[in-house]
């Protein structure tokens, strides 16, 4: 039997990659704050044959999170945590985001992540065993100027999760970053801009599934947006201005 838990997995790529993993022999802890959303995901992974477990929780309450994990933990202990909650940052006109924005999108996407990996790399570590995966973005290579903050948040994500995986490795336990180009699901439905080479969660999904099979560092995709954002990084700021003038957006939130 495998355990694995899901952050955000009411929706878009957390409930594609449930549905991914969901079959006989596999138990579901799927985590996230819309209640109704959640069960309706744990029903369809529940027809495909998986026990599954639903945790309603807001990952920036510290306590909260560890407290779930923990309790998790106790019951079956974890083999695979996924780490995919996180919500958009920009602003509706285009505008400077602002700091109740920045700041909501670093606490999900950065701190709640921390929130939900670090309880798991203790216990994992303890006992030699186990996978984190953190969910980042394109976006860690090539910051979105509309979206400085989701940026910032995932190129962290990215180096941390780099550096626990090399501190990680003689422990047994595994870290794999993720970084997806556009893929279309309800968060990203709110950007108003282009969005070059995008995919369906599944096609995602089926992605990330394979790459954490075989222990990547980082699954990237996809493969062609990846080398340019990853080339972005090392171009003159002239150029990189230009390049990146394409990916300008808005998003439809509330400032």
């Known amino acids: 039997?495998?355990?694995?838990?899901?952050?955000?997995?009411?929706?878009?790529?957390?409930?594609?990659?449930?549905?991914?993993?969901?079959?006989?022999?596999?138990?579901?802890?799927?985590v996230a704050r819309d209640a109704a959303r959640l069960e309706a995901v744990a029903?369809?992974?529940?027809?495909?044959?998986?026990?599954?477990?639903t945790e309603r929780l807001d990952v920036r309450?510290?306590?909260?999170?560890?407290?779930?994990?923990?309790a998790v933990d106790a019951?079956?202990?974890?083999?695979?945590?996924i780490v995919n909650a996180a919500i958009n940052g920009g602003h509706p006109t285009g505008d400077l985001e602002t700091e109740e924005v920045a700041f909501e999108t670093i606490d999900i996407n950065l701190v709640g992540?921390?929130?939900?990996?670090?309880?798991?790399?203790t216990l994992m570590s303890a006992r030699g065993r186990g996978q984190i995966a953190l969910i980042s973005s394109l976006a860690a290579y090539a910051p979105l100027p509309d979206a400085p903050a989701y940026s910032g948040a995932k190129a962290a994500l990215l180096a941390h999760g780099l550096a626990l995986r090399e501190k990680l490795r003689a422990r047994g336990v595994k870290v794999s970053v993720v970084t997806p180009g556009y893929v279309k699901t309800p968060?990203?439905?709110?950007?108003?801009?282009?969005?070059?080479?995008?995919?369906s969660a599944d096609e995602?999904?089926?992605?990330?599934?394979?790459?954490?099979?075989?222990?990547?560092?980082?699954?990237a995709f996809p493969w062609l947006m990846f080398h340019a954002a990853r080339g972005a990084s090392l171009l003159p700021e002239a150029l990189r201005r230009l390049g990146m003038h394409g990916f300008r957006f808005q998003i439809r939130r509330r400032p």
Do not use: F
Not at 43 to 53: F, K, Q, S, T
Not at 75 to 81: F, G
């Open 1 to 30: 039997m495998t355990v694995t838990l899901i952050t955000g997995a009411s929706s878009g790529i957390g409930a594609a990659l449930a549905r991914r993993y969901a079959q006989a022999e596999a138990t579901l802890v799927l």
């Open 187 to 199: 968060m990203g439905g709110d950007y108003k801009g282009w969005r070059p080479m995008e995919m």
């Open 61 to 70: 309450d510290r306590a909260a999170t560890r407290a779930v994990i923990a």
């Open 204 to 219: 995602a999904a089926a992605r990330i599934v394979k790459g954490l099979e075989r222990d990547r560092d980082v699954v």
């Open 113 to 121: 992540a921390m929130n939900v990996a670090l309880p798991a790399v």
């Open 43 to 53: 029903a369809e992974c529940r027809a495909l044959g998986a026990a599954v477990e």
């Open 75 to 81: 019951r079956h202990p974890l083999d695979r945590v």
